[in-house]
């Protein structure tokens, strides 16, 4: 049983997990070209972006009403989302480094410049044999993205809270 003026709502953490299951299995079927399965499931990140914006306003919006949080909030957004940024970014590379390897050109100055913004959650532009504007990385758009919603929400929060 949850308290009363419980802040957490468990139903959510359900939604957020079945989302989430929602894109592992679109990107596997994409993976393993199998059509049909979960074709749709791209909308669930949508939905997963909602999600966590009633959940991050649940935990740090009254805080927010105090303009001297907001750089402490963005600092605690960004400290919990550093460790993923920089583990995709990692793994994404020394992928790349083996796909390269095989049997395309190795430019290492390239390469470094794009784990550089990687690790830096910069938008890199186009690197060959992807289209991502995260090479090493392609899903890390959607924490650059998220990052990029905290820190308007952390700046415009007055102005994006309607009382009700």
């Known amino acids: 049983m949850i308290p009363r003026g419980s802040r957490h709502y468990p139903i959510l953490d359900l939604y957020r997990a079945i989302a989430s299951f929602a894109v ?3 990107h596997i079927a994409g993976s393993l070209e199998i059509t049909g399965m979960a074709s749709h499931a791209y909308v669930a ?3 997963f972006f909602l999600l966590s914006g009633f959940v991050i306003d649940r935990a740090y919006g009254a805080r927010l009403e105090d303009p001297s949080y907001r ?7 960004f400290v919990r989302l550093w460790p993923m940024i ?3 970014t990692l793994v994404g590379a020394f992928v790349a ?3 390269l390897l095989r049997g395309h050109a190795l430019d290492l100055s390239n390469m470094a410049l794009v784990l550089a913004f990687g690790l830096l959650l910069l938008p890199f532009g186009r690197m060959p044999l992807t ?3 995260f090479p090493f990385d392609g ?3 959607s924490l650059f993205y998220e990052v990029v919603a905290n820190a308007a929400y952390g700046f415009a929060f007055r102005w994006l809270r309607i009382p009700v």
């Not at 750089?71 to 957004?77: G, I, M, P």
């Open 24 to 26: 592992v299995l679109y």
């Open 45 to 47: 990140v949508d939905f």
């Open 71 to 77: 750089l402490e909030f963005l600092l605690l957004r």
């Open 86 to 88: 920089v583990l995709g």
């Open 97 to 99: 480094t083996g796909s």
């Open 131 to 133: 289209a991502s504007i």
């Open 139 to 141: 899903p890390l758009w």
